[in-house]
């Protein structure tokens, strides 16, 4: 048996092929069906990979959730869809246009225009112990970005990180930079499960950890 | 007292509690919700999750209208103000250099003549003059390295991509002549090939000179950095990625590494032929 979705996540039929969906309105033009349900596009989200995957989220639906690097909030959306309270960082005004207009639709979804790399301009909005740290930041030094946001878990809480290989060194080989990224996080936390991410995002690495 | 977001806020007033998420830090997350219902903020932890999305839509909005909306234009005004106060600091230092030079004996030449000047104790009524003169000069020059800094500082968030292959202030110069980042990302690359070389463009179009290879963007590397005869595919090169990243920034806002690898590989190539083809 594979490991179970969220509650709140499901696995629904859009065009004949079984996909993730959630229920929320809709946000990117993905396909919905009549009972609100909206399918969640695997290859536009890396934690919707991770779940198409069946990587071990530890995620049951409800979790108060800090999510770094929340772009235009394609992926947040969905988050927001299952979970509790959901705090969505992002650096670049730009998208944080349209993360804005996803918070509209939702009550639990809380857009920051903050630096991930920088916690304490945040720290005095978003709780402390919250259950699930989601990263998917596209910057040089992505374990020491989850290292500094380790203060925000609750001992319990995971961290689901998408590593980008072209984020940390575009010409050295995926491989070797997923290797020092999760030999950095090891220094905070204890890693739980690893995939690559590569049928949905190329050079992406999935990971799944615990703070220590 | 505690560093929340909504300390010193009144519930009712959302502006000021959205001011409270803009301006706010902490040294570590707390039970804020816990806290909001202790302090009297709010009577329970819904009518917290409540006025928090008020505050950070309201904070994230506003931000966002004053980052996108005014970044380009402070910039364009930044870089423009810095050529104002260097050309005109230039041209203060010529006189109180040849100024001086009639009252002093030993004048260095050119702006470091003008800081020496500039801390001299004057004893002659014409003494005073020059050395007040040359004040001002220093002034500006040092008004020009503050606007340096700033540009250097708001360039990177404005367009981040731009700025990371340009170097800020050139990036602020493209975004200057473009007339702003959206206008910048409309154009097509030759065009910003050739931005600050009008009156070449302008000489080569009314048929009397040949067309310019590069304007402004002469001043990188990438550019005056290989050797003449490649110039004009350097730069050719060059105007390409700068224009993908104008519009990247100006339509997405994210950076993207994989631009500045493809063009760092790019010069490379156009540099390696004058290794190969020639003695």
Same mark, same amino acid.
């Given at each position: 048996?594979?490991?179970? &979705? ?92 349209? &993360? ?58 995971? &961290? ?36 690559? &991410? ?15 | ?279």
């Amino acid at each position: 048996m594979s490991n179970d &979705l969220p509650a709140g996540v499901e696995r629904r039929t859009y065009d004949g092929r079984e996909r993730l969906a959630t229920q929320g309105e809709p946000v990117y033009g993905e396909p919905t069906d009549s009972d609100g349900w909206r399918a969640w596009d695997a290859g536009r989200s890396k934690l919707g990979a991770m779940l198409e995957l069946d990587m071990d989220t530890g995620l049951d639906g409800g979790e108060t959730v800090l999510y770094l690097g929340a772009a235009s909030g394609t992926t947040v959306s969905h988050v927001a869809d299952f979970a509790g309270p959901t705090y969505a960082v992002e650096f670049a005004p730009r998208p944080v246009r349209d &993360l804005v207009g996803v918070a509209e639709d939702r009550d639990n979804l809380f857009p920051l225009l903050k630096d991930a790399r920088d916690p304490s301009s945040y720290a005095h909005v978003v709780e402390a112990d919250v259950d699930c740290l989601v990263m998917d930041v596209a910057t040089r030094g992505q374990a020491t970005v989850a290292i500094r946001n380790k203060q925000f878990l609750a001992d319990d809480g995971r &961290l689901l990180m998408a590593v980008k290989a072209r984020s940390e060194d575009v010409t050295a080989e995926p491989d070797d930079v997923f290797d020092d990224v999760v030999s950095d996080l090891e220094a905070e936390y204890e890693i739980l499960e690893t995939a690559q &991410l590569d049928r949905f995002h190329a050079d992406h690495l999935g990971i799944v950890a615990q703070p220590k | 007292m505690t560093d929340a977001w909504f300390a010193g806020v009144d519930p009712d007033d959302p502006a000021a509690g959205a001011t409270g998420v803009r301006e706010g830090s902490a040294d570590a997350p707390a039970d804020w919700p816990a806290e909001a219902v202790q302090s009297g903020f709010v009577a329970d932890e819904s009518e917290y999750y409540e006025r928090l999305r008020e505050a950070t839509i309201e904070a994230a909005s506003d931000e966002v209208a004053e980052r996108e909306g005014a970044d380009d234009v402070q910039l364009t005004h930044a870089v423009r103000a810095m050529d104002d106060a260097e050309r005109t600091a230039n041209e203060l230092a010529e006189r109180v250099v040849e100024w001086a030079g009639t009252l002093y004996e030993d004048v260095p030449r050119g702006l470091d003549g003008v800081r020496d000047i500039a801390d001299r104790d004057p004893t002659t009524p014409a003494e005073e003059r020059v050395v007040s003169y040359a004040t001002r000069a220093v002034d500006l020059l040092d008004e020009r390295d503050e606007l340096r800094a700033f540009i250097e500082e708001r360039a990177p968030s404005a367009a981040p991509n731009l700025a990371e292959m340009a170097g800020p202030v050139l990036a602020a110069r493209l975004i200057s002549l473009a007339g702003g980042l959206d206008k910048l990302a409309k154009v097509p690359s030759g065009t910003v090939q050739v931005l600050g070389a009008e009156d070449a463009l302008f000489a080569h179009l009314s048929g009397r000179a040949s067309s310019p290879k590069h304007g402004v963007i002469f001043t990188h590397e990438y550019v005056n950095g290989t050797r003449p005869e490649d110039r004009g595919s350097a730069a050719r090169a060059f105007a390409g990625k700068l224009s993908i990243a104008a519009r990247i920034d100006h339509y997405s806002g994210d950076y993207r590494p994989e631009v500045h690898a493809e063009l760092t590989d790019r010069i490379e190539t156009i540099r390696a032929r004058a290794e190969e083809g020639d003695e």
